[in-house]
């Protein structure tokens, strides 16, 4: 039987949520490959105070925009882009 592998995923974040988490990068560990929908389900658990941005934002994988469905590997990188609003 195999070891369940535990890599860490860097999560970049921006606007409310870097002023949130007052920080800009969080890095996570977990179980890979992952889904971008799991992944950021977990990110909320473990982050409540940004667990309401979260559904609203789009995700980079890597330097391109992808769809929740995707999945992490070890080494990725995912940014979280909240809604950009104006005034």
């Known amino acids: ?8 995923v860097t999560v970049l974040v921006f606007a409310e949520l870097k ?10 560990s977990t179980e890979l ?7 950021l389900d977990i990110f909320g658990t473990l982050r409540p105070e940004i667990r309401d941005l979260i559904s609203s934002c789009s995700v980079a994988l890597n330097g ?3 769809d929740k469905k995707f999945l ?3 080494n990725d990188e995912i940014a979280l ?6 005034g």
């Open 1 to 8: 039987m195999h070891g369940v592998l535990k890599l860490n």
């Open 19 to 28: 002023k949130r988490l007052k920080s800009d990068k969080i890095i996570l």
């Open 33 to 39: 490959p992952i889904s971008v929908a799991h992944l």
């Open 64 to 66: 391109q925009m992808v």
């Open 72 to 74: 992490v590997y070890p």
């Open 81 to 86: 882009l909240p809604p950009v609003s104006g």
